[in-house]
């Protein structure tokens, strides 16, 4: 079946530490997406990515940092510089070029928590 | 810059009733999408209902329709028959044409109450 995996489910993280979140997608969709969820102010664009080895800052974007080598991966990295890390984050992806066919797919999130 | 609002954070609705969610946006494009995205406790976000806004016509998919009223960039969804599975937090989301950017509301909270 087609879809998005994002892994872990959960993740913890120390003081000062990186950590990466993974998203990894078979849907051969272009364009991928994070976005951060926190309770009360819905979901907010981290990163996004329309084309292999090419990605743009979203909204909240400090203290994270993605790539995009493969078409169909797109890892976020939440570094030591953000302060309040604990959320919930979501990945996405969708189709580009298809006329009347624009729409998001989501992974099932990871929820990310400081120890 | 385009915003998303959604001014209730929760509803409730009796089961089988039926319930209306409000969203507004603002843009100054005249050609985009809206959305309504599910999420119920399993945290899986669920496209219920989209919209294009060169269409007159209202979406519906079963229980669920819009109003779509494009001079007042209002976006309301209404359930109908409302039932326990459809409790969750609902998010209205906006995404201008061509530009693969999808920009999302706070949300609101749905109880549904047996």
Not at chain 1, 34 to 57: A, T
């Amino acid at each position: 079946d087609g879809g998005i995996t994002q892994s872990p489910k959960y993740l913890f993280r120390k003081e000062g530490q990186n950590v990466t979140l993974s998203c990894e997608q078979n849907l051969n969709h272009d364009a991928m997406y994070w976005y951060r969820q926190d309770p009360g102010q819905g979901l907010r664009l981290i990163y996004y990515s329309q084309i292999v080895n090419d990605f743009q800052k979203g909204d909240i974007a400090e203290g994270y940092s993605v790539s995009r080598e493969k078409k169909e991966s797109f890892p976020l990295t939440v570094t030591s510089a953000q302060k309040n890390p604990t959320a919930f984050y979501l990945c996405a992806s969708s189709i580009i070029g298809q006329l009347f066919n624009e729409k998001l797919f989501f992974g099932s999130g990871t929820q990310l928590s400081v120890l | 810059a385009q915003t998303v609002t959604q001014s209730q954070p929760e509803m409730s609705v009796q089961e089988a009733e039926t319930v209306t969610l409000s969203c507004t946006y603002d843009t100054s494009e005249s050609d985009y999408y809206l959305f309504w995205y599910k999420q119920p406790p399993s945290r899986q976000m669920i496209l219920v209902i989209r919209q294009e806004a060169y269409k007159q016509q209202n979406a519906t998919e079963n229980r669920f329709s819009v109003n779509f009223q494009k001079a007042a960039k209002s976006f309301s969804l209404k359930i109908s028959d409302s039932q326990l599975g459809d409790a969750a937090m609902y998010f209205c989301a906006y995404s201008s044409s061509g530009t693969y950017k999808y920009i999302f509301g706070t949300g609101t909270r749905l109880k549904v109450l047996a």
